[in-house]
């Protein structure tokens, strides 16, 4: 299935503990974001990868970790979730030309207590 | 800074044309986007512009002057299924997206 696929689909977290979003792409896209949307706010970077190996910070990284070992997976870990995390966070891909559109996954809710 | 701007929310009639405006301040410029968003689903592409001018896609057109910093986006022949959120985004110097918050978009019959 060509796409990008996220997991999970939502989530209740207890504010103090770990966890992965997983992003997984099969468009063999160079680029990867991760973004998360708030309510009357736009779409916010988090963190960014232009290539396998490579990772860059967004406009709203504290918190927030992210790996890319290969090209198709780039998972967002969060390492002590706080309740100003609740949102729900997108994954997007995309080549790297100027044109280039982004692609973006299902997205997660997350809910931190 | 730099700063999207788009109105909140817009309400239409099936069947007429809507225009969505979005007006920008980045640190540099390298393409206007615009993703329609419906309630609960991810964003999706709608249009690129990245000279002056506009750009038709079927019911949707896209307008973009650069020395303005100002997009258009053109609805025509109005449909229920076009009740959505429409998102601006300016690619900037970094060649990274910075979004606008979205407008609302309300179909009424």
């Known amino acids: 299935i060509a796409g990008i696929t996220q997991a999970p689909t939502s989530q209740i977290l207890a504010a103090g503990r770990r966890m992965t979003l997983r992003c997984t792409q099969d468009?063999?896209?160079?680029?990867m974001y991760w973004y998360r949307q708030d309510l009357g706010l736009g779409l916010r970077l988090i963190h960014y990868?232009?290539?396998?190996?490579?990772?860059g910070k967004g406009e709203v990284p504290d918190g927030y970790s992210v790996s890319r070992a290969n090209t198709d997976d780039f998972p967002l870990t969060l390492a002590s979730a706080v309740p100003s995390q609740t949102s729900v966070y997108f994954c997007a891909s995309s080549g790297t030309s100027g044109a280039d559109t982004q692609y973006f996954g299902p997205g997660t809710r997350l809910t931190v207590l | 800074g730099q700063n999207i701007d788009q109105p909140t929310e817009m309400t239409a009639t099936e069947g007429a044309i809507v225009q969505i405006n979005c007006t920008y301040q980045t640190s540099g410029f390298n393409g206007l986007f615009w993703y329609q968003q419906h309630a609960g689903e991810a964003p999706t592409f709608l249009s690129y512009?990245?000279l002056d001018g506009l750009e038709e896609k079927g019911r949707f057109s896209s307008f973009l002057s650069r020395s303005k910093g100002y997009s258009y986006l053109l609805l025509k022949e109005l449909q229920m299924k076009d009740s959505a959120s429409y998102l601006c985004?300016?690619?900037?110097?970094?060649?990274?997206?910075?979004w606008g918050a979205g407008t609302k978009l309300i179909i009424k019959p």
């Open positions: 990868s232009n290539t396998a190996g490579t990772t």
């Open positions: 985004a300016v690619r900037d110097s970094n060649y990274q997206l910075i």
């Open positions: 468009m063999r896209h160079n680029a």
């Open positions: 512009n990245v």
